[in-house]
């Protein structure tokens, strides 16, 4: 199992001296803002931003007009609030995990941010893998306790971990990164951005307006990674490191695995670690995440990516961090799916959804609100057109993206009761929250392989159809609503990630209702159709997609 072996080799290796020079200048960084944090304790930590700003802590080198508006007072008293209230908790579990570790096994701190993480690597085989030759504590979102259960683990080896907002100098860092990156899709961003700042007018807030005329203050890598210092002090010195320094230093793990390198909330953990000298690992979780994110973990040791095609993205987008070490994977999401981890038989399962067996299946799989703001609208003219030509010749079920609503798509539902809609999970109604259940992932099973055809916009569940010889169609039309700034549905398909998905022809790329139909009655007819061409880019975008089964 390459996954497996890569982190059994970091904790037992005798590690060099870090020789990075920009990583060593944000880790220094880090601990001065730290340090800080404790000299300018006795303020009320509900002024802690005033008071940065206003002491000599505060770099003056930067140059910046007004500082003042890097920093929302809220996102610091939030982050504090979360930990003191968590802290009683942390310190109960410590005490019983002492108590019950076995010390001849190596101990893992493995950090689960999202959703996203659950269902790549709790809900995979790594999960038992990991636990065969370890001790693992899961630090993860509250409600993943009651995973426990599912996953055979005591209550008390799981730590629920705050929900950190950004602060507003990560925006800044965001839009200089856009600015500075090579890669093809932070360009895109960066033309979209100046565009929309100057036809959207007073849809765009003053502060984000205000933000990107800062970020043309830093033109140069060195501009850059300055800026990046001011962050990290600024982090270290607002943010409670301290105490998660304290929690981090008395768990004392070999390792520390973040399963999400481009999460936010997995920073004070990751950066702890760091300031601990804990050895850590970063999983790239998503295809797209170096090519169109714009922080990654920044001091961990190794990087776990999909593809050689991933590298290269490292090196464009984040060449501080090139010099890391790197090794190929592959990805455990597309486990259950290959291996064909079914919920139920296709017989129950189209009894269930009230499905008509000998119809082909197109599974229709929706976006967020703001990937596709205008997405009932389309669902509402295509399931009519089908309706009105096309009923007797196949049939449609919904798969509801993790953070879309049910309540966005009344009127479609009213009208059409006999196309099925499923939810990724069912907390999915509270907040931007998905954490899925071993019941929930046997769901995105089965509607993969059974289904004949999916059709979404720009998705993740094109390649994950790929994985077992789906056809994917893909909407690029987007009925004129738009929300992103940055990021419009038309520019999706010239991303970095997703740009051979189309000019290949591994997947058809639709710009009408129209060309919709006639490209799902074309695989219906030829399932064969482009199926070289799928596997071949599946392949490119996950090298390994079962390599943590071997071995």
């Known amino acids: 199992m390459r996954l497996i072996e890569t982190v059994k080799r970091l904790i037992w290796r005798t590690d060099e001296n870090r020789q990075r020079t920009d990583e060593n200048r944000l880790l220094n960084a880090l601990r001065d803002g730290v340090k800080k944090s404790e000299q ?70 493995l950090v689960i941010p999202d959703g996203q993480s659950v269902r790549t690597f709790l809900l995979t085989d790594v999960w038992r893998r990991l636990n065969s030759w370890s001790d693992v504590i899961v630090i993860a979102p509250e409600g993943v306790e009651n995973l426990c259960p ?30 500075n990156s090579g890669g093809q899709t932070h360009q895109i961003f960066t033309k979209n951005i100046e565009a929309s700042l100057t036809g959207r007018g007073d849809e765009i807030s003053k ?29 270290g010195a607002l943010y409670p490191m301290n105490e998660i320094c304290g929690i981090v230093s008395r768990l004392s793990p070999d390792v520390v695995i973040n399963a999400n390198a481009i999460s936010y909330n ?41 593809s050689e095609e991933m590298e290269e993205d490292l090196k464009t987008s984040f060449p ?13 999401q597309f486990e259950p799916i290959i291996k064909k981890s079914f919920s139920i038989s296709r017989e129950a399962f189209f009894e269930k959804y009230r499905l008509k067996d000998g119809v082909p299946l197109i599974l229709y799989t929706t976006g967020s609100k703001t990937t596709f703001p205008a997405e009932p609208e389309f669902l509402m ?27 966005r798509y009344e009127m479609v539902r009213a009208t059409f009761p006999e196309v099925p809609f499923t939810l990724a999970g069912e907390n999915l109604q509270s907040g931007e929250r998905w954490l899925p259940t071993a019941d929930d992932i046997g769901l995105l099973v089965d509607q993969i392989n059974y289904c004949d055809i999916i059709v979404n916009v720009a998705s993740t569940m094109t390649i994950e159809g790929f994985a077992v010889e789906k056809p994917s169609v893909n909407i690029g039309f987007d009925l004129g609503k ?62 390994y997609p079962l390599i943590h089964l071997s071995g």
């Open 207 to 235: 502060v984000i307006r205000r933000l990107w005329e800062l970020s043309s203050l830093f033109s140069s890598r060195e501009d850059y990674c300055r800026l990046y210092e001011f962050t990290m002090m600024a982090y």
């Open 150 to 179: 599912t996953l055979a683990i005591k209550k008390e080896r799981v730590l629920p971990m705050p929900n950190i907002a950004r602060m507003r100098i990560d925006t800044l860092l965001r839009f200089v990164h856009y600015r």
């Open 40 to 109: 300018i304790a006795s303020s009320d930590y509900k002024k802690y931003g005033e008071v940065f700003i206003k002491s000599p802590y505060c770099p003056k080198k930067l140059n910046l007009p007004d500082v003042k508006i890097l920093f929302k007072r809220e996102s610091i008293i939030n982050a504090r609030n979360q930990v003191n209230a968590l802290t009683s908790v942390w310190k109960e579990r410590l005490n019983l995990l002492v108590k019950g570790q076995d010390t001849r096994r190596p101990l893992i701190s």
């Open 482 to 543: 738009i929300d992103s700034i940055h990021y419009p549905l038309k520019d999706y398909y010239n991303s970095k990630h997703y740009f051979d998905v189309i000019t290949t022809g591994a997947a058809n790329l639709a710009m009408n209702y129209e060309e919709v139909f006639r490209y799902i009655l074309h695989y219906l007819e030829d399932p064969a159709s482009g199926r070289d061409t799928r596997k071949a880019i599946f392949l490119k975008k996950c090298t």
């Open 381 to 407: 003219e295509m399931l009519s057109t089908w309706r009105n030509k096309y009923y007797d010749r196949m049939q449609f079920m919904i798969r509801m993206h993790p953070k879309d609503r049910l309540s």
């Open 320 to 332: 501080i961090f090139a010099s890391k070490e790197k090794i190929i994977t592959g990805s455990p």
């Open 266 to 306: 997995a920073r004070l953990w990751t950066r702890a670690a760091s300031i601990e000298g804990i050895p850590s690992v970063a999983f790239v979780i998503s295809w797209d995440n170096l090519s169109s994110k714009w922080l990654v973990d920044e001091f961990v040791d190794l990087y776990l990516l999909w």
